[in-house]
């Protein structure tokens, strides 16, 4: 199970922000192989740990450590894909935050999550959840929350990566409506960086850090705002597409890669139960276990193979220590990661790690 990929519209993106402070990035674009021809390519495709060392090489060019932030600055619909079209052609921001979440998969995929939007109290949400919007969030009644997964433990690879994100959604819905007073708050999961002070350069709202995730706060009002470029005949001919797209890659998946997908979000610090796992894939445990039983397999074996292929991964693809790997995939302790990755394995990961790294 890999890491996850991304769509090439979010080097596109890398590439505007260093233009945009005026660098090259020819010499780091031929670094990772990466010409034209992949860059006009609808299909093609850049894992994840390449990403993000082609964003931290870009940093160290540019010696701008926000390079996020700016990359958010000249984020526009289009660099979303299918999911940017979408929301470009909805009725009002709230159509549009549900677009960009519910086919983000055709234009990215990460082991970690996947994004969601939420209206908080709305018709049909369970009290649970709202309940958990208002504890943890600090969500007033009818406002939305579009929300980016976690990706800790950050470091200097991925903190970028979050900053684009929400600095991207919030240039994005701006652009939509044409009003810069649509976001009440961004949050960021992570400590305030060396370069706090920058963020009240992209945010004209409260941006605060050390939250329970990174999201932004959308006002109660703002989610009627109609869309500038809204277009009922263009938004229906985009989702019949964009359904069929979705239902393609999804059939293209067997059940044990299903529930394999399910898993990983949920390995963050802990090791997941059938039946959490089942609420994701919304069916009941049962029925997940007789379906992995017809293909020949099991929900340990899932589970198991699962951390495998992901601990191989972050061992290989990675800067991240051993022990927040340890802890990502949720085991007890280092040393238990270590036993089962040498069983895995047949090496230990210090000495996998020297012997695999990924040359991308």
């Not at 932004?216 to 229906?236: D, I, Y």
């Not at 990983?264 to 919304?282: A, C």
């Not at 220590?321 to 302790?333: K, P, Q, V």
């Amino acid at each position: 199970m890999k890491l996850g990929d991304i769509s090439v519209s979010y080097i596109e993106i890398v590439i505007k922000a260093m233009e945009h402070m005026n660098i090259d990035v020819d010499d780091i674009l031929a670094k990772y192989s990466i010409n034209q021809a992949a860059l006009s390519s609808p299909d093609a495709r850049v894992t994840i740990p390449k990403f993000m060392r082609i964003g931290h090489d870009c940093i160290i060019k540019s010696g701008s450590p926000w390079l996020g932030l700016v990359m958010g600055e000249v984020t526009t619909p289009t660099n979303l894909g299918i999911a940017g079209l979408l929301a470009l052609s909805s009725q009002n921001l709230k159509q549009a935050c549900e677009q960009i979440s519910t086919y983000e998969l055709l234009n990215k995929y990460n082991s970690r999550g996947q994004s969601r939007f939420y209206v908080s109290h709305s018709f049909g949400m369970e009290l649970g959840k709202s309940r958990e919007l208002c504890r943890d969030y600090g969500i007033e009644d009818g406002q939305g929350v579009l929300m980016f997964y976690s990706i800790n433990p950050y470091n200097e690879y991925n903190h970028f990566v979050v900053d684009s994100v929400l600095s991207g959604w919030y240039c994005v819905l701006n652009a939509l409506c044409g009003r810069d007073d649509a976001v009440a708050k961004v949050c960021f999961e992570f400590p305030a960086p060396a370069y706090a002070d920058k963020y009240g350069e992209y945010f004209n709202c409260e941006v605060l850090f050390e939250q329970a995730d990174n999201y932004l706060v959308l006002n109660a009002e703002a989610l009627n705002w109609p869309c500038l470029n809204r277009s009922g005949p263009t938004f229906e001919l985009l989702r019949r597409g964009a359904d069929e797209d979705l239902e393609k890659a999804r059939l293209g998946l067997s059940f044990h890669e299903k529930v394999s997908r399910a898993i990983g979000p949920l390995l963050d610090g802990t090791t997941p139960t059938l039946e959490q796992v089942s609420e994701q894939l919304n069916m009941a445990p049962w029925t997940v276990r007789r379906k992995l039983v017809d293909e020949g397999g099991s929900f340990q074996k899932t589970l198991n193979e699962t951390r495998r292929e992901l601990s191989i991964s972050y061992v290989r693809d990675t800067a991240l220590t051993l022990g927040e790997i340890a802890y990502l995939l949720g085991f007890g302790s280092p040393t238990a990661f270590q036993r089962a990755f040498k069983r895995w394995t047949g090496e230990a990961p210090g000495r996998f790690r020297i012997g695999h790294t990924s040359k991308e």
